[in-house]
Nanobody, 125 residues
Framework: QLQFVESGGGLVQPGGSLRLSCAAS????????IGWFRQAPGKEREGVSR???????FYADSVKGRFTISRDNAKNTVYLQMNSLKPEDTAIYYC???????????????????WGQGTQVTVSS
């Protein structure tokens, strides 16, 4: 079964940091662009960041300068370092592989597949 397993979420105070991991299961992710997405209660899933197969990165304006996406192909894993967290970052975070029309700024969830179960991030004092 091809999917991702996300981990690293938790409860953190505003201004704190978390590092999320996204491990591929059943396939090699080195040939894929990978995206991080999040979904808050009552809201649509939104794109957070994308990393191409060659390592080029793109960020949504809401997280630019605070989040950093990276990949370790040897470990078949993509990471999302989240700093200066805000309450509005609270959501379930997912990663997925870009299997549709590629694009350097593509954060359309309908162009992605192999979704995992997600990891909950809660930013609260």
């Amino acid at each position: 079964q091809l999917q991702f397993v996300e981990s690293g979420g938790g409860l953190v105070q505003p201004g704190g940091s978390l590092r999320l991991s996204c491990a591929a299961s059943g396939f090699t992710l080195r040939y894929y662009a990978i995206g991080w997405f999040r979904q808050a209660p009552g809201k649509e899933r939104e794109g957070v960041s994308r990393i191409s197969s060659s390592g080029s990165t793109f960020y949504a304006d809401s997280v630019k300068g605070r989040f950093t996406i990276s990949r370790d192909n040897a470990k078949n894993t993509v990471y999302l370092q989240m700093n200066s967290l805000k309450p509005e970052d609270t959501a379930i975070y997912y990663c997925a592989a870009e299997t549709g029309t590629p694009g350097w700024d593509n954060l359309n969830p309908y162009e992605y597949d192999y979704w995992g179960q997600g990891t909950q991030v809660t930013v609260s004092s």
